[in-house]
């Protein structure tokens, strides 16, 4: 059903790289998802779902992914999960290369952290170099208070967001998702909900199981799990979709994920797993 692109000795111009700005890896995961926008007021947050008896979040890990954007090659993203006491922590990298670094260059640094037992996201930073685009934010959440407060900031025009909001008890950020949902029960045919909090908003997330597959990664084939994500609001609920598949063993790791909107498809590949 899916077919991976297929490079071409063609470049892309400037005006098509702006097309799809932010989408290299704004669009990372679950941030290209829930990053677009979610209408306040119109979501009802679900019960969020702790993992399967006997699930255990890797000690150390680090993904390795390369990036297709339509027929190019768009750059290289790197996953890093580390438990801390309690708290499972994820950093990500991703940086543009090759032509699109020569039109629209991208350099991005994501971090959260989240409960191990519940699930529940504590914290989400982001350092967001695109183009003439640099933004840092922070996230903190308290769970047990049912409050957060996000703070952003525009390097460039020097403009300051700040505020805070009551969220429900237990919410997981844009970045924690995609991983966390490796704790559930990936069945073809079952379904997860998991509510999202992106700055004061929180939006409803639909991860449905459709069946399984065998994907070919560079140097790696794996059978895998493809889920399909929705949202309760935001434009990908009408204009976008976005599958990940996760490796159909104990670990249920993404082995690739892909994104289709009005600009193109993107395409992130495993390349390497390694523990440490």
């Not at 990298?93 to 191990?116: E, K």
């Not at 073809?188 to 700055?199: A, D, F, K, M, Q």
Request: net charge positive; proline share 6%.
């Amino acid at each position: 059903m899916f077919t991976l692109c297929r490079r071409s000795g063609a470049q892309p111009s400037r005006a098509a790289v702006r097309s799809g700005r932010g989408a290299v890896f704004l669009l990372l995961c679950f941030l290209c998802f829930f990053s677009l926008g979610a209408a306040p007021g119109q979501t009802k947050a679900a019960p969020f779902p702790r993992p399967i008896p006997g699930w255990s979040f890797p000690q150390r890990q680090t993904l390795t992914y390369a990036v297709d954007w339509r027929v190019f090659p768009a750059g290289t993203a790197t996953v890093h999960l580390q438990s801390d006491g309690a708290l499972e922590r994820i950093t990500v990298s991703g940086d543009s290369q090759g032509a699109i670094n020569l039109l629209f260059r991208v350099s991005d640094r994501f971090q959260s952290s989240f409960n191990r037992a519940t699930g529940c996201s504590e914290s989400f930073t982001r350092q967001i170099m695109e183009g003439r685009r640099q933004v840092t934010s922070d996230q903190r959440i308290n769970p047990a208070r049912g409050l957060t407060s996000y703070s952003e900031q525009n390097l460039v025009s020097h403009v300051h967001v700040q505020r805070t909001a009551t969220v429900p008890p237990c919410v997981t950020d844009m970045l924690s998702a995609a991983y966390y949902a490796g704790s559930q029960l990936l069945e073809p045919g079952s379904t997860v909900r998991l509510p999202v909090l992106h700055g004061t908003e929180v939006t409803g997330a639909t991860l449905h199981a459709e069946a399984r597959e065998t994907v070919r990664a560079p140097g790696a084939t794996y059978r895998a799990i493809r889920v399909q994500v929705s949202a309760d609001s935001g434009p990908i609920r009408t204009r976008g979709k976005l599958w990940v598949w996760y490796s159909d063993d104990t670990r249920h790791i993404p082995v690739q994920m892909r994104i289709r909107m009005f600009w193109g498809t993107l395409t992130f590949q495993l390349t390497a797993t390694e523990n440490k």
